[in-house]
């Protein structure tokens, strides 16, 4: 079963503009969410995680167990924010499985 | 601080032949990860060590995939023998514990013809 659901695989937003990358989850127990980013022909890296409650390059996620969702959020999205964003879950009663959803390739048009 | 390394970078195979792929992570860092990525696809973890031991391989394909990481630093994974759905970017990744954040190396990307 998909874990992680990110349902837009593109998104273009012109600069300036706010964008929301969404992510929805499906897990029982308590989850730990996190943002990782690719930009071009740079490594995978962290971008943010849920329990750190932190803003990073002006992005910031809120976990809504209600929703199950963990959407990034960036009131004003500059063009070097143009790359490709993974959500995860880390599954603790899988023994510290991590699972990717599919990326979203997030294009911040001039 | 140097980051993880992988190589080879890339690679081109026939299928039902063999491959390795070798990962030296963040010195210091206990635990390593291997993943696959096919194309349009997030990463999918296939085993993770703490040191020298496994912590999880449920999604390692064991009847072809292996991996080890014998004196808990480097890593090799290795394909014996390769499909052509193997075809993906292999990635290595270490954190200094399972709690941790993970560092990614640039990927081995795999082409199976």
């Known amino acids: 079963a998909q874990r992680v659901t990110q349902p837009e695989k593109l998104l273009s937003v012109f600069k300036g503009a706010p964008v929301e990358l969404k992510c929805n989850y499906s897990y029982s127990g308590s989850p730990e969410l996190f943002w990782y980013v690719q930009y071009s022909r740079q490594r995978l890296q962290l971008l943010l995680r849920?329990?750190s409650r932190e803003s990073i390059k002006g992005f910031t996620a809120d976990l809504n167990k209600g929703e199950t969702s963990f959407h990034l959020k960036k009131p004003f999205a500059q063009e070097e924010d143009s790359a490709m964003y993974y959500c995860a879950l880390k599954a603790w009663d899988t023994g510290n499985q991590f699972y990717f959803g599919t990326g979203t390739s997030l294009t911040v048009i001039p | 601080e140097a980051g993880v390394a992988q190589s080879p970078r890339y690679k081109i195979i026939e299928k039902r032949q063999s491959v390795a792929f070798w990962c030296n992570p963040i010195s210091g860092h206990a635990t390593l990860y291997w993943y696959q990525q096919i194309l349009g696809q997030g990463p999918k973890l296939l085993i993770q060590?703490?040191?020298?031991?496994?912590?999880?391989d449920s999604q390692l394909p064991k009847d072809r995939f292996s991996a080890e990481r014998l004196k808990g630093v480097d890593s090799t994974l290795k394909i014996q023998p390769a499909k052509l759905e193997d075809s993906a970017v292999y990635l290595c990744a270490s954190s200094p514990g399972t709690t941790d954040t993970q560092y990614f190396g640039p990927g081995t990307r795999l082409t199976v013809l």
């Open positions: 060590f703490q040191n020298n031991g496994v912590v999880d």
């Open positions: 849920h329990i």
